[in-house]
């Protein structure tokens, strides 16, 4: 396994547009989660999946983002009618959770671009 | 509410000088702590999970320590290379999971 990896790396597009990414975590984790990344800041949450169960969307989240990982596997975070302020670098990462000792292992992320 | 708060936001520090930089957290229902490094075009890589009140973890130059009574954590590099330049992220995670990371301390290693 070559650990988590995101599809696209990179993403412009039109204000206005609907947008999806993709994230592939490591094999066996149940937990995936995303984060959203601006210049500056830290990576913040947007959402984690025990499984194929969402079990928190932050508050911060327009209803213009939605997440799903259908089969508890790959995930996608879709945004529709992007505004410029969406652009940002969307992270995307997984970890077994086994107690205390649990680490998130981290895609390479999407860069979103909204012009 | 988790809310994490790291401290500089950037630092620069000549080569060869040790460092270090702080990492705030509510103390309450702390659960565990994590270091991570992320370079430039790359993705965050855990240094340290960190559970227990008084732990110092190490590797290699890199070190930490924790203090869950008071709320705090500090990492320390010793002897700072440039390999070291890059952003050291904080993040707290509570019982169900959740990660929640702090702003980020940029370190710049000068030659």
Redesign the interface.
Known sequence: DT??SQDPRHKITKRGQNVTFRCDPISEHN?L?W?RQTL??????LT?F?NEAQ??KSRLLSDRFSAERPKGSFSTLEIQRTEQGDSAMY?C?S?L?QG??????????TRLTVV | ILNVEQSPQSLHVQEGDSTNFTCSFPSSNFYALHWYRWETAKSPEALFVMTLNGDEKKKGRISATLNTKEGYSYLYIKGSQPEDSATYLCALMNRDDKIIFGKGTRLHILP
């Open positions: 650990g988590v937990r989660y984060y500056g800041q830290g990576p913040e949450f984690y025990q079990l928190e992270l990462a970890s959770a205390v000792d649990t680490e998130a292992f981290f895609g390479q992320g």
